[in-house]
């Protein structure tokens, strides 16, 4: 049986090379204050309408929220970028359950701020086999309430490890989604609301399973 995909987390984070302790506070230090500003708090919740977007995909062609729940329910994952691993082993992970995912009637929206070639990049790297969408200037993820910026004193320490964000997302905001994964239903509102400011912990394949077999088991007004 396939490990779970905090246990896959586990093992990755055991196969980094230690962090000098200087750097590795910096990252402690900016994952404390990112955690108390309270996002976590201010992400749209279970019952609210998700807000409706039209963002490019990887090669350009739009892609509608609305328009994707004509077809059944969606589930929409935002993360960080191609340079995270821990968004690897997710997109990687979600892949795995994309069969069931769209036996269960819906389909799967991965949005990034990063630019068009960098969505094919990832798209190509984890061998996707779903929409990876573009989300410029994290305007999309404004709105579902996941945007921070990465605090100038940290900033160095990103580009130290080759995390070059103006250059991955094409802007010098220094903006970032937090982690967050949402199913959304055929009426539009969030079914299933999961974000975390710590980019560790990310939500199992498995609930989003639950969600859709419970949402299918519901009854709708329509």
Do not use: H
């Amino acid at each position: 049986m396939e490990p779970d995909l905090r246990s896959q987390i586990k093992a990755l984070e055991r196969s980094f090379p230690p962090l000098p302790p200087e750097k590795a506070e910096l990252f402690q230090r900016a994952q404390r204050e990112l955690a108390a500003s309270g996002i976590d708090e201010r992400v749209v919740s279970v019952g609210e309408e998700a807000p409706d977007f039209t963002l490019p995909n990887a090669v350009g062609r739009p892609v509608t929220l609305s328009a994707a729940l004509q077809a059944g329910p969606v589930v929409v994952t935002f993360y960080r970028g191609i340079w995270c691993p821990y968004c690897s082993l997710q997109l990687q992970a979600y892949q795995r359950a994309l069969p069931q995912i769209l036996k269960l009637g819906a389909s799967l929206l991965a949005i990034s701020p990063q630019s068009p070639d960098k969505s094919q990049a990832t798209l190509l790297k984890n061998f996707l086999q779903y929409e990876v969408l573009s989300d410029l200037g994290n305007q999309v993820a404004r709105r579902f309430g996941l945007v921070y910026q990465v605090p100038g004193w940290v900033r160095e320490l990103y580009l130290s490890f080759g995390s070059d964000l103006p250059a991955f997302n094409g802007d010098l905001s220094w903006e970032l989604p937090i982690p967050g994964t949402f199913v959304v239903g055929l009426d539009g509102r969030i079914e299933l609301a999961y974000a975390d400011s710590d980019p560790s912990n990310r939500l199992e394949p498995k609930a989003i399973l639950d969600a859709l077999k419970a949402l299918a088991d519901k009854p709708t007004s329509k």
